[in-house]
């Protein structure tokens, strides 16, 4: 590393990609057990069935909340950080932000509520899918307004407004409105209007919060209403909604056309293998909180060797935690997937396959928001595409085939490929790459312990085996890493984090 000066910045901003990343790992905790009560307490309560047409609604209500913004949550965290000291530039990019982010989510909820029954006849064909997906529509265009608050908490590095909104006082609404429903013997229909009052009340108090705790104020009347700040904006966010036109057709693609091509049954079998492998995409998306604005400050200062360190590390943090969850999925997949109920087993093979896949995401780092902060945003969009259209048509060949171990082979060998690609494009575009002999150090942590938690399935079975294999898993896996020893530049950030005020 630098010294002086350039090395303390660069500590401090690692260390404040960490605490963003902590604040957001202990919020997406609580709201992963509030996912997975949620999905469990409508597995479980109302079957298989009726929970695939749940899973296939709220899949194509967040598929297509992916685009209804066209790019403005991710072109906020660019502009925000990058004209700090224009306050009037950046008060008109906000402005843009909300009249973009708006005027997408009313044409495409409601194109979703008034093509619901098409939908229904062309997917599932069960006549009480339309009204549930009529409540999905609404669901769509709340959470479209407040996914460009919580973008705008991440852009200022008040991420934990974000955590206390969409990770706690959401996941823990739809918990209780639920479960509140279900007690009372109520029906899909009541389930998912309880998610909508969800939805509501949480926008409502990340509106109090942005209102309270920031000085930014969205306008289009300003003097930095431009015709070249129109063309910068569009200009970096239209290239991102297509992008995440590709990102749909990779990422939530399959799930949709098992839905289409099998059944609802299958829909839920599969939802459930891709819901508990996405646990191994938190710390990913952890560190994805604050690298993009801190990688923009970066690249606009020209401070390269810094964001080649700050690119280093994260990845190796985002793959080191990674690394012990795969370990305790893989080992205790059937007894993880028999809580939702014994017909969930059938997911297992699916399961691994999306865990490898998930892994090796992991372990390419923040690559994707790299390319996009250093303005190589119509690669992204390029690489999305590419693979988004290899993903529907590997889907489609390999459902045919192989049924639902047929859509996970091709979903998960397509993220993987999209993967080395984005690897290879930032090294190509910026000749950067995170590796280093430290990613030694957790592949061998990882060896002992799936050593560990081998034994302990062995000998155990159930929540008990999951229970303890957990923690064996965990415990060989901190030993190897302790004993291997930790990197300087982690004892820095670990120091700075736990100072005093004072010092």
Not at 30 to 39: A, K, M, P, Q, T
Not at 119 to 125: A, I, P, R, W
Request: glycine share 8%; net charge positive; with cysteine.
């Amino acid at each position: 590393m630098a010294d002086g000066g350039e090395d303390q910045s660069r500590v401090g901003s690692l260390a404040s990609i960490s605490r963003g990343a902590s604040l957001y790992t202990i919020g997406k905790v609580i709201s992963d057990v509030g996912e997975f009560l949620l999905h469990l307490l409508v597995s479980r309560l109302l079957g298989a069935a009726s929970y695939g047409l749940f899973a296939y609604g709220k899949t194509l209500a967040f598929t297509a909340l992916l685009v209804t913004n066209f790019g403005s949550d991710e072109s906020i965290l660019k502009h925000l950080p990058q004209y700090e000291n224009e306050p009037r530039k950046r008060r008109f990019m906000l402005g843009l932000a909300w009249v973009t982010s708006a005027g997408g989510g009313l044409i495409v909820s409601g194109a979703l509520f008034l093509l619901a029954p098409i939908v229904s006849n062309l997917t599932l064909s069960d006549p009480q899918f339309v009204s549930v997906l009529r409540l999905f529509a609404a669901v769509l265009f709340i959470d479209t307004l407040a996914g460009l608050l919580y973008s705008t908490f991440r852009a200022v590095q008040l991420v934990e407004y974000e955590v206390l909104t969409k990770r706690v006082l959401k996941p823990a609404l739809r918990v209780l409105g639920v479960g509140g429903v279900i007690a009372v013997g109520g029906s899909l229909y009541g389930v998912v209007t309880a998610m909508v009052v969800a939805s509501a009340v949480t926008f409502a108090v990340a509106v109090l919060y942005f209102l309270r705790r920031t000085e930014i104020r969205p306008t289009l009347r300003s003097p930095g209403n431009t015709r070249g700040t129109v063309r910068e904006y569009y200009g970096y966010s239209l290239p991102l909604t297509a992008k995440e036109a590709g990102t749909v057709m990779q990422g939530r693609v399959d799930v949709l056309m098992v839905g289409f091509l099998l059944s609802s049954t299958a829909v839920g079998v599969y939802n459930v293998s891709v819901l508990v492998a996405g646990v191994l995409y938190v710390p990913l998306l952890a560190v994805n909180r604050l690298f993009p604005p801190v990688a923009s400050r970066l690249y606009t200062e020209r401070r390269r060797a810094d964001l080649t360190a700050i690119y280093s590390v994260v990845t190796r943090w985002t793959l080191t935690a990674s690394l012990l969850i795969a370990v305790v999925v893989v080992v205790f997949r059937v007894e993880i997937l028999a809580l939702f109920g014994s017909e969930f087993t059938a997911g297992t093979v699916v399961l691994t396959l999306f865990v490898v896949s998930q892994l090796w995401n992991c372990a390419t780092g923040p690559s994707g928001y790299l390319l996009m902060m250093t303005d190589h945003q119509y690669v992204v969009m390029a690489t999305e595409w590419l693979f988004g259209v290899a993903n529907v048509v590997l889907n489609y060949v390999f459902i045919q085939a192989f049924g639902l171990v047929g859509a996970a082979l091709a979903s998960a060998g397509v993220l993987a490929a999209r993967n080395v690609t984005k690897i290879a494009a930032v090294w190509y575009f910026e000749r950067l790459h995170p590796y280093s002999s430290s990613f030694v150090k957790p592949l061998m942590a990882a060896v002992v312990a799936a050593a560990g938690a081998l034994v302990v399935e062995a000998t155990l079975s159930g929540v008990p085996a999951v229970a303890v294999g957990s923690v064996v898993a965990a415990g060989c896996y901190g030993i190897v890493l302790a004993v291997a020893g930790t990197e300087p530049v982690d004892r820095e950030v670990y120091r700075l984090l736990t100072a005093s005020p004072d010092e």
